[in-house]
């Protein structure tokens, strides 16, 4: 075939392309390029056509072939880094991995390609590649603030919220008014350092600048709880100011259900997370002859916690790619009778469907610390001591009081066994908390510090993730030696496989709760190891968590009022080492036989509020706090 011969072809296979058939155009643009391979735009125009026949791999092979002759044709590295974006949507992470890559190495300045590159790899946890991709975006763009917003992200992924926080804050530099900036910093970087005031700080610049981001509200309500200076009637306010956007709608039609309630489950942490090791016992628990349960998940990273729930469910929503209005059909088309959220104003909650008022009842339960001041939410499951009495002018819902702790819990099967208590062969006591960072603030560090100094050569052993991060380290010390601590009785360690990270407990005495956020799946967890948790409780749920499992466990005791009855218990559990070494070797056996751990009971208390909840809906009664006696 001569050069003219193949231009005609070419020609004939373009306006076959205009016309829509495909399949012509795409044999004449093949005959044309098999006869004149080295022209650049052929190639990028039988990509086109590829593309436009759904066949995005060979799109992308077509398109790197343009490339490979003219690193600077625009229509083929756009092309090829769409289809990149097409592939990875699919499923294909490795072969969107290789188009980013491809376009990289044929066009090494290619910002877009580094950029969408490195944000393929953070997707798959790859996150140092990622950072380091995104450095290189960062030199051919130093005036851009989404290289350095991208470095940020992959870097508090990495547990190193320091450096982290200085990307975030030379991405602000380049660019003040960007809320991803604000809004990452403050959740990513600041908080994990315990640095609560300044996130709550940088979220009211990111409001200011956004006032309807209602993600941007939901992490400043969040946040609010760790913090210290704020009372339990400013949170209550905060909840009940952004709930009051969100008005009512009239509810959905009750009608008797038959022959069995369905509720639906609604989360983005069907995972492993808290959420999960809470909802699994009362999955396999349910009586399906009273429930049927549909889970909504809104879970970007599936694991092996997800799949296990996914096969107890009675039905499975994966609700990630649908927005507000896509789901809200959906569970009103599923007949949905309760829905309940398990995510409050955490991340990746979807409490703009149940403003919408998706189904007859709506409930609260597990996921967050309160009330989520949403007036079309009518019920909050929690219990006697989570919420006391009095605690109901805190929440907008309904309180429902289980009869003995608000979640259930199946201990890991991981775990190691309990060791004996290491004060007798240290020959002095060790006091530790496990608890995440942002929990910690100047105020508990002074309570510890004055308990080391009411306990000669005791030590204090903090062990969480972070505490990897050289910058965090030195955060997280100063504030004891500010308090006067003697540094050399402190020791940081960072994160670990879970199994090793309960096996820290072997080298701890007595566990120390922080306040006013206080332990809830790690206090389990202490107690599982053997180690009794000395707590202060409070007035806001957040700061009760541990006074409901020490309750459970048979220690109500240990949750104590103020401060130096706090000192005087920590104090005096390890002056008598005989009776803490009695307590640590029968408290895995006093949990294992409390109702913490009875997922039956919990379930079927469970089932008997969702009950009365639909009967009082079906009589056209509003929400009301209520407890349930059930022995």
């Known amino acids: 075939m001569t050069p003219d011969q193949a231009e005609s072809i070419y020609r004939q296979g373009l306006i076959a392309a205009q016309a829509g058939r495909w399949a012509e155009a795409q044999d004449l643009l093949a005959q044309a390029i098999t006869a004149r391979p080295g022209v650049a735009v052929w190639w990028a125009n039988y990509g086109l056509v590829l593309e436009s026949q759904g066949d995005a791999l060979g799109a992308a092979q077509a398109y790197a072939g343009a490339l490979n002759l003219d690193g600077g044709l625009a229509m083929a590295m756009d092309g090829l880094l769409v289809m990149a974006e097409t592939l990875a949507g699919a499923g294909r992470a490795d072969l969107a991995e290789g188009c980013h890559r491809r376009a990289v190495a044929l066009n090494p300045a290619a910002l877009a390609a580094l950029v969408n590159a490195g944000n393929l790899l953070r997707a798959q946890a790859r996150r140092a590649e990622s950072a380091a991709l995104h450095r290189r975006a960062a030199l051919l763009a130093p005036d851009s603030w989404i290289p350095p917003y991208n470095i940020g992200n992959a870097l508090a992924e990495m ?35 315990a640095r609560i005031g300044e996130a709550l700080a940088a979220l009211d610049r990111a409001l200011r600048l956004a006032p309807g981001a209602d993600s941007l509200h939901s992490a400043r309500l969040f946040l609010m709880q760790y913090d210290p200076a704020r009372t339990m009637p400013q949170i209550a306010q905060a909840h009940a100011d952004w709930g009051a956007r969100y008005p009512d709608r009239p509810s959905v039609a009750v009608a008797a259900p038959a022959p069995r309630l369905r509720v639906g489950y609604v989360s983005a942490d069907f995972r492993v997370h808290p959420v999960g090791t809470f909802l699994e016992p009362v999955l396999s628990a349910h009586d399906r002859g009273v429930v049927e349960a549909i889970c909504y998940s809104n879970t970007a990273n599936p694991d092996a916690v997800t799949t296990r729930l996914r096969g107890l469910a009675d039905g499975w929503v994966d609700s990630a790619a649908m927005d507000d209005a896509a789901l809200l059909e959906r569970i009103r088309a599923d007949g949905i009778h309760i829905l309940v959220d398990l995510a409050g104003h955490t991340l990746g909650n979807r409490l703009g469907v149940f403003a919408r008022r998706a189904a007859p009842v709506q409930v609260t ?18 219990d006697p001591r989570q919420s006391p009495e009095g605690a109901d002018g805190w929440a907008i819902e309904g309180i429902v009081r289980m009869p003995d702790a608000y979640v259930p819990w199946s201990p890991p099967a991981a775990a190691p066994a309990v060791a004996p208590l290491p004060m007798i062969a240290r020959g002095a006591p060790t006091f530790g908390s496990l608890n995440a960072l942002p929990k910690l603030n100047a105020q508990v560090a002074a309570l510890w510090t004055r308990l080391l100094a009411a306990v000669p050569g005791s030590r204090l052993l903090l062990r969480t993730p972070g505490l990897d991060d050289a910058d965090l380290r030195a955060r997280t010390l100063a504030l004891f030696t500010a308090a006067g601590a003697d540094p050399a009785r402190i020791e940081l360690r960072g994160a670990a496989p879970h199994a090793e990270f309960l096996a820290t407990y072997g080298e701890i005495d007595v566990a120390l709760d922080p306040f006013p956020y206080s332990g809830g799946l790690t206090t389990l967890e202490a107690l599982w190891m053997g180690v009794p948790v000395v707590t202060l409780g409070g007035d806001r749920f957040c700061a009760r968590h541990t006074v409901t499992h020490l309750t459970s466990a048979g220690l109500p005791a240990l949750a104590v009022e103020g401060e130096e009855a706090y000192i005087a218990m920590a104090a005096a559990l390890v002056s008598d080492p005989d009776g803490l070494a009695s307590i640590r070797s029968r408290l895995r056996d006093r949990l294992a036989a409390s109702p913490a751990l009875d997922g039956v009971r919990f379930t079927r208390a469970l089932e008997a509020a969702f009950g009365a909840m639909w009967q009082r809906a079906a009589a056209g009664e509003g929400r009301a706090s209520f407890a349930l006696n059930f022995d």
């Open 159 to 193: 547990n190193r919220p320091g450096e982290a926080d200085r990307a975030y804050r030379t991405g602000l530099c380049l660019e003040p008014s960007r809320v991803e900036l604000w809004a990452n910093r403050a959740s990513r970087s600041l908080a994990p350092q």
């Open 365 to 382: 339960w597990a996921g967050y610390v309160g009330t989520t001041g949403l007036p079309a939410m009518d019920y909050l499951i929690s």
